[in-house]
Structures are given as C-alpha cells and as structure tokens.
Nanobody, 115 residues
Framework: QVQLVESGGGLVQSGGSLRLSCAASGFTFSAYAMRWYRQAPGKERELVALISVGGSTNYADPVKGRFTISRDNAKNTSYLQMNSLKPEDTAVYYC?????????WGQGTQVTVAS
C-alpha cells in the first residue's frame, strides 16, 4: 500500500535551516508529482511546494526564495530544504501525493521556529 513517511522536523531558531524528507513506498514514485503542505495551529492546511515528474517546481509566495523542494527518484524520496526560517513557518508539515484519483498523506512532522 502507499506510504509516505516524513522526517526531519524539530525546533530551530529564527534564521535557521531544516531539511525535511518524505520517504515514499507502494507506488512508482518517479511517475507522480510530490507536494509539501503545512498546517499551523488554528489555520487551514496550505500548499507549500510541489515538484513535477519532470522536476519543475512551484512555491507558495511566503516561502519563495527560502524553501527548495527536490526529489531523488533512486531513493523514492522527496525533500524540502527550508532556509531563513521564521516563526510564522511553525507548523506541521505533510508530504502529499495524488495517485489514480486518490490523495495520500504522511503523518506529518512538526517544525517549530523560535524567535
């Protein structure tokens, strides 16, 4: 079955960096776009970044120039490199894949940015 497992979250000071990983299994990873979402307390889940099958990327305006999404098809893993972190980046970050009309989510990883 499809599984998405995030890792790499934690507590970091404002201005710091973290790299999140999403290990995927149960499907042909290289054939699907991958997305990262986040959900802050009391707010709706929002799309942060996506990477297409061909490697094209798109970012939400608040993270442009600071976050970088990538993928390693040999390792079935997507990454989210987050630099210049701000307190408003504090959220649970989720990996997402849409496969054959179904949407799959990981369990999420907490990112907390202290001011």
């Amino acid at each position: 079955q499809v599984q998405l497992v995030e890792s790499g979250g934690g507590l970091v000071q404002s201005g710091g960096s973290l790299r999140l990983s999403c290990a995927a299994s149960g499907f042909t990873f290289s054939a699907y776009a991958m997305r990262w979402y986040r959900q802050a307390p009391g707010k709706e889940r929002e799309l942060v970044a996506l990477i297409s099958v061909g490697g094209s990327t798109n970012y939400a305006d608040p993270v442009k120039g600071r976050f970088t999404i990538s993928r390693d098809n040999a390792k079935n893993t997507s990454y989210l490199q987050m630099n210049s972190l701000k307190p408003e980046d504090t959220a649970v970050y989720y990996c997402n894949a849409a496969i054959l009309s179904k949407t799959y989510w990981g369990q999420g990883t907490q990112v907390t940015v202290a001011s």
